[in-house]
């Protein structure tokens, strides 16, 4: 199974994102978890994604002009879906597609902007909030990640497995201290993942028109 919240927090977060709404062309990045397999993905205005049994990210940095975002919006769609999962079990929680949120304290934000793997991996101040259309739970079901240190990652559930297009909007400060506790810090990252190497299956599908407010 993917070790998806353990490499994000391994992430330097090498490319900025426009503020305020973001593209997917230059500057996102896809980073490999097996050496075998990886999703094959589609980079521009929006983000075209393919995974045919395996898992891989894409990313960005968040431009220091964004940092303060509190809330999302954007729209996503699957034509081939993976099957229902449960996205708590590790080894197990297959999903179509995730949009992750890397926040990490806004005081220690401008010393991690050019942060390195080592820098980051094991940061006990970083935190990952996880959107994912997959699995078989409720909407709005806040999930602890199976992954990475405990307590620094949660996926959040806003679709079921299936096919679809759909737009969405998030509260990201609400949605953080339902997680965590207390207020967001900064948001200095972002990424995009397919996940069916558990299942063997196929996802074909896109995110675009994602907004940071």
Known sequence: MHRIFATVFAL????????GEVRFDSGWQE?????????DYV???NLGLVSEGAVSI????VA??????????W?????????????????????????????????????LEGANIRALL????????QYAWGGNHARGQVIPSPYGPAGQGVTVALRQAGTG????????????ARAFGGEKGALIGLAVSGDSDDTNSVIRAAIGGLTLR
């Open 64 to 73: 220091p002009a964004d940092w303060g975002t509190r809330a999302a919006t």
């Open 165 to 176: 297009s759909f737009n969405e909007s998030v509260d990201l400060a609400a949605d953080y």
């Open 122 to 129: 094991g940061n006990d101040d970083v935190r990952i909030i």
């Open 75 to 111: 729209n996503w769609s699957v034509e081939q879906s993976v099957p229902p999962t449960d996205l708590s079990l590790k080894g197990g929680d297959d999903r179509n597609i995730s949009l992750y949120f890397v926040f990490v304290p806004q005081s220690i934000a401008p010393s």
């Open 43 to 45: 980079f521009g205005q």
């Open 12 to 19: 330097g977060f090498a490319a900025s994102a426009q503020a």
């Open 58 to 61: 894409a990313w960005s940095r």
């Open 31 to 39: 980073q490999r978890l097996s050496l075998f397999s990886s999703n």
